[in-house]
């Protein structure tokens, strides 16, 4: 963590109160205290598309996001348009939180207004202020739902990996709690001493088959991360099934973005599983920056993986 706040840069085009007042009204930082939204708002500077104008091009690292205050903008990968946002969208953190090169081209499709922000100015402040990393990470969990929710019958999600051993009859201890942890993809990158206060913190369980671990719609601030066994999962909502294995974090979306659950989850075999509270979580991420924002990365690339699979479909529908 930074010894020393950050200060603002000067020669902003518009004042900072009015770009507070605008960045309250994203659905993300309603909630922010102004002081804040103060922070926020001085490290933006407004910015005016012509139509057709692009904001990123795609094959170039994203270095800015912009929050569009009026106007459309569209997102193109590879030929194919995947997306198109309006006023209170945000455009070019995914490119830039998932540190991949390759980007997308955002081009305004009417006359644009947007609040541009420099990526590098944006990790700075999220080091020193959690409050808006938390906010941001909160948000991208919710997109990467709604995400979910549009791809399929297995919502995206691959084939449930069975742990081959035997789950042990005695409790976990620290170094299978850190291996069980390390397997999951969120954590697969990062510092060891963080997946050590996390195995630490985690609470472990144990539900025979048929077990209910919550049913779709109830509200929890925790998830699940798989030691072993399957967790089936179905949503009357979307009409979508699928199922979680060793290694895998379940209920982690809705619980991160403080949303309802999406799906009701049954043990279908012996489960073993560590429940980790989210506010142990954001904790842990307040005290290990580079952990926090793995997760985010890791999160932004699973979004931006489904813009290339709608960029696919779309050039099988043409072709």
Not at 20 to 28: C, E, H, K
Not at 89 to 99: H, M, P, T
Request: proline share 4%; with cysteine; charged share 25%.
């Amino acid at each position: 963590m930074r010894s020393e706040p950050i200060t603002a840069p000067v020669g902003l085009a518009v004042g900072q109160v009015q770009r507070m007042l605008l960045l309250r009204t994203f659905p993300a930082y309603a909630q922010l205290s102004p002081e804040h939204l103060a922070v926020l708002a001085a490290y933006t500077r407004q910015r005016f598309y012509r139509a057709g104008e692009h904001l990123s091009r795609e094959g170039r690292p994203a270095t800015s996001i912009h929050f569009v205050v009026s106007g459309e903008v569209e997102l193109w990968r590879s030929g194919a348009e995947v997306r198109r946002l309006g006023p209170k969208s945000v455009v070019g953190g995914l490119s830039a939180f998932a540190r991949e090169p390759q980007g997308y081209d955002a081009v305004a499709r009417t006359e644009t207004v947007a609040l541009e922000m420099h990526v590098d100015d944006s990790l700075d402040i999220f080091e020193d202020h959690f409050a808006l990393l938390k906010t941001v990470l909160r948000a991208i969990s919710a997109e990467v739902l709604r995400t979910r929710k549009r791809m399929g019958p297995s919502a995206g999600f691959g084939h449930a990996e069975v742990y081959e051993g035997p789950s042990p009859e005695r409790p976990l201890d620290l170094v299978e709690r850190m291996a069980r942890l390390r397997k999951s993809i969120s954590f697969a990158e990062s510092r060891l001493d963080a997946i050590a206060e996390l195995a630490r913190e985690a609470r472990e369980e144990r539900h025979p088959p048929g077990a209910v671990l919550w049913r779709e719609g109830e509200r929890m601030d925790s998830f699940c991360v798989l030691a072993s066994g399957i967790v089936t999962c179905a949503s009357r909502e979307t009409g979508q099934q699928f199922r979680f294995g060793a290694g895998d974090a379940v209920g982690a979306l809705d619980a991160m973005a403080a949303l309802p659950r999406w799906y009701t989850a049954t043990v279908t075999d012996d489960a073993v599983l560590l429940r980790i509270e989210c506010e142990t979580m954001f904790d842990l991420f307040e005290d290990h920056f580079e952990l926090a924002t793995d997760v985010l990365a890791m999160m932004a690339r699973s979004i931006l993986a489904s813009y290339d699979v709608a960029a696919e479909e779309s050039e099988e529908a043409r072709g």
